[in-house]
């Protein structure tokens, strides 16, 4: 089991590109979360999906940034037009079933934009 | 402000034990964590405590909750230089199960 595969590790953007991040869940897990890490700070929740749905996007910026996790393949995270406050850590969680106890990190994807 | 809280700082010597702590708001959360996340890498889970449960002792590593103080601590007995990180505690929230986070300890260790 490979565990939550998340590439790039690392990704360079300039101001006004598109970053594409993407995470593999386990096998067998059908939940993912996404989280920003900012420099220095702890984690903050983005967005948690299920195949084919977004069920809870409460923590995403209003603009430029979505999620998806389509039937087959990876779960995306889409930034359009990259600024340098973007620049974070992003990291992508997956759990069998939605209780909490079942949580497996991914190793991130550093996001830096010059 | 942090719906978590954790003091920033924590510098121990080696073999001593370390402890430390986090406050949290949610009391009905499910799921209480702590990780550890070395420089450049990602989280790794150390333990986790239902919130039915006031103590769980795993190897080195022991873990308090006060539910009535909403208050969860790390105890880590003969702390090792290997051990300097910064820890996380988090908690469970919303129907989904999302993480909410503490900003993090630092924990330093010296020789």
């Known amino acids: 089991n490979a565990g939550v595969m998340q590439n790039p590790r690392h990704l360079v953007r300039r101001r006004g590109q598109e970053a594409r991040l993407r995470c593999s869940p386990m096998?067998?897990?059908?939940?993912v979360y996404w989280y920003r890490q900012l420099p220095e700070e702890g984690l903050k929740f983005m967005v948690y999906?299920?195949?084919?749905?977004?069920?809870?996007e409460s923590g995403m910026p209003k603009e430029r940034f979505s999620a998806e996790f389509p039937k087959e393949g990876p779960s995306i995270l889409r930034i359009q037009q990259v600024v340098r406050g973007d620049s974070a850590a992003y990291f992508c969680?997956?759990?069998?079933?939605?209780?909490?106890?079942?949580?497996?990190f991914g190793s991130g994807t550093r996001l830096t934009v010059v | 402000g942090e719906d978590v809280e954790q003091s920033l700082f924590l510098s121990v010597r080696e073999g001593d034990s370390s402890v430390i702590n986090c406050t949290y708001t949610?009391?009905?959360?499910?799921?209480l964590y702590w990780y550890k996340q070395e420089p450049g890498a990602g989280l790794q889970l150390l333990t986790y405590?239902?919130?039915?449960?006031d103590m769980k002792q795993d190897q080195r590593l022991t873990v308090l909750l006060n539910k009535k103080d909403k208050h969860l601590s790390l105890r880590i007995a003969d702390t090792q230089t290997g051990d300097s990180a910064i820890y996380f505690c988090a908690e469970t929230q919303g129907a989904g199960n999302m993480l909410t986070f503490g900003g993090g300890t630092r924990l330093m260790v010296k020789p």
């Open positions: 096998k067998g897990h059908s939940h």
């Open positions: 999906l299920q195949k084919e749905n977004i069920i809870d």
């Open positions: 949610d009391s009905s959360s499910t799921y």
């Open positions: 969680a997956s759990s069998p079933r939605n209780r909490g106890d079942g949580y497996t």
């Open positions: 405590i239902f919130s039915n449960m």
